[in-house]
């Protein structure tokens, strides 16, 4: 169920203005469904949530098809136009850049990056804001970034760390397959951080776009000798706080 | 061989990589059975080893070589091509490159990487808990410097061993402000306003009252910012049973939520160590009496 103020919405008239089988539609029909109840303030808070979990899956396939490489923590690489490498296998923002910038030229120099899968979704969270916020915005908000795993987050996303079960599953969430017999000397196959891009696809940085079976698949291929465990998809999800973006959204516009 | 120490780890630590490598090589040109026995000496420490490897395959010294460091020699090879060794007996020498290499940890990335792995093996294949302490000096060591720790510290967890805990607990007292930070994300706590030792105490005293209940999740930083690497197995709790099966129900107990749960587990728990008649008596209440009672106590 969805209500805006204290009124529950109707979901048909939410939709209209968004065309059939558009990302949109599934995201107001999944919330309508659900058991619990998503509560909004108002419709424009509403559009904003729809708005950037559709830029999520836009930025998800947008990263996919940037050729970005797969890169353990150590091997990983970037633009030092843009980035720094840090010790650790981060990439932390250059001085005198702008971080807007920074962010789509990954998106367009795919192929001078490579990093593992939880950078991949960080980068995707950026490349949505970027594109909801605008330059000017996103600039002011985010001056400092460290692309890294969920150790480093911005505070203004720090809830794309935590996983929670949802009340329902929607696209734009951040999922995960863990594998709990993985290979000893390849950790970086533990699991797989996806984003749900609807009509049960998700984006895996390293593997792609499949069905979460193809992810199980991948990974099971990749568990130790004696493995008796199989990979298997969480029941959590995370998402960044919606409600909090949208405040520094609205106070700007 | 004569002397405290070997020949090329002094001139490692002393001169550096290079050094030791140029040495090594004029050694195997003009005295290779003294070059043999330098790199087969017992004090020979992983570091020098591994520097030395494209040295030892240049000269063809592999069979020369003493068994322990023909495996390090192979298992290096494997973790390079990202595959587990199938070599027998390797657990000891496992030990040695970690023990012995963790004393140059930041060699390089290819190195480090090699530590990492002979600790994941260690505790993953061979459930190995004796290096917990080097483990988790690695990792601490890593985390002053800025280095990359999240493989050591998911391997570390993976011990599902409550010694992990211990050791970490004890980084909270650490004069390293940045270590205790990472000591406190690890055990999934905030800074206490009554100083790092009551902090420490504190903890001590839970993992003392829980550990026959505490479960390891496998919750890494993958996966979350905030993650659990261990959690409080309540209805185990609650039971004070710490080998309760999976598919034991007790729908009073299940329907409750984790407040109530945890309240009540809390409760039990005190009150077994306190009077087992006590708490015999506990148990035959109704579930509603008894969560009255536990928070009426908890107060």
Redesign the interface.
Known sequence: MITIGRMQADTNELMVGYPENSIERKIISGMSAAEGTYRFGSREELEFEVNLRTEIVNSAWALYRSNMDFAV???SRCNPYYWRK????GFMLNESVSPYDAVIDIYTNGREYAT???TAMIIVYYGALAKVYGKELFDSVFSFIHLM???Y?DRNL?E????IRPRAYLPGDRR?V?N?DV?????EW??E?LIDLSDGKYYGHGIGVYTVEVFIRALNNNR??DADEEAYFMETA?NPNYSHLYGIYRRYN | MRGRNNLLEDIRKRYGTEECINTFREMCKTQKDRAVALINDARLGFATLYILIPVIKEFDLSEHLSPKNNRAVTICE??KK?????LADIEGTLEWILTSGSEDDGLC?EF??II??AA??L???FHNSKILPTVAKIIFSRNA???????LV??FFRSRNIEALVITAGYLLSKNEKNVRLARELLNIHEDVSGKKAEYKKMFQWIKENYPYIRFT?E????????NPFDIDVKSKYLCKSDIAKTDQIPEFDSLDKEAQTTLADFSGRLFKRSRTDWEKFMKQPIEAQLEEARRYLR
């Open positions: 923590f150590r091997e840090t010790r650790e296998g593992e899968c939880a795993n969920w150790h987050i720090k794309i760390g935590y996983m995960y863990v709990p290979n000893p000397v390849t950790p533990r699991g951080n130790r000798e995370a | 494997s973790i990202r595959k587990e060794p199938t990335d480090d990487t990492d792995d994941s093996l505790i993953n294949k410097k800025g280095g990359y720790i999240h493989d998911w391997v496998g890494n930083f993958l996966y979350s910012s905030r993650p």
